[in-house]
């Protein structure tokens, strides 16, 4: 009912800069947070950062300063700006939504297939 495909992952160099995009399609009646999480191999999944419909956002300490996600909600699509990319934050990325498909349901968490991001020289 509710696809998220992301793109912008690739292999950078330390220090450089990477911007993820993830677009949300399907039956949307409304998009509540929208949000970033990693996975590293040997690892579990962890917030990067997040952001509501209104409000603050919130981030990760390991990448405050460096990342910002921000939002467009006329294209359903949230965006992470990466720089300053050190080698620990390798990891696969995955765009996270909670879509309410119609008026009176609850939000429900949909997730993206991930885009790898490499940081190495």
């Known amino acids: 009912q509710v696809q998220l495909v992301e793109s912008g992952g690739g292999l950078v160099q330390p220090g450089g800069s990477l911007r993820l995009s993830c677009a949300a399609s399907?039956?949307?009646?409304?998009?509540?947070?929208m949000g970033w999480y990693r996975q590293a191999p040997g690892m579990q999944r962890e917030l990067v950062a997040s952001?509501?419909?209104?409000?603050?956002?919130n981030y990760a300490d390991s990448v405050k300063g460096r990342f910002t996600i921000s939002r467009d909600n006329a294209k359903n699509t949230v965006y992470l700006q990466m720089n300053t990319l050190k080698p620990e934050d390798t990891a696969v990325y995955y765009c996270?939504?909670?879509?309410?498909?119609?008026?009176?349901?609850?939000?429900?968490?949909?997730w993206g297939q991930g885009t790898q991001v490499t940081v190495s020289s």
């Open positions: 996270n939504a909670a879509v309410r498909t119609t008026p009176w349901g609850t939000p429900r968490d949909y």
């Open positions: 952001i509501p419909s209104g409000g603050s956002t």
């Open positions: 399907g039956r949307i009646f409304s998009i509540n947070s």
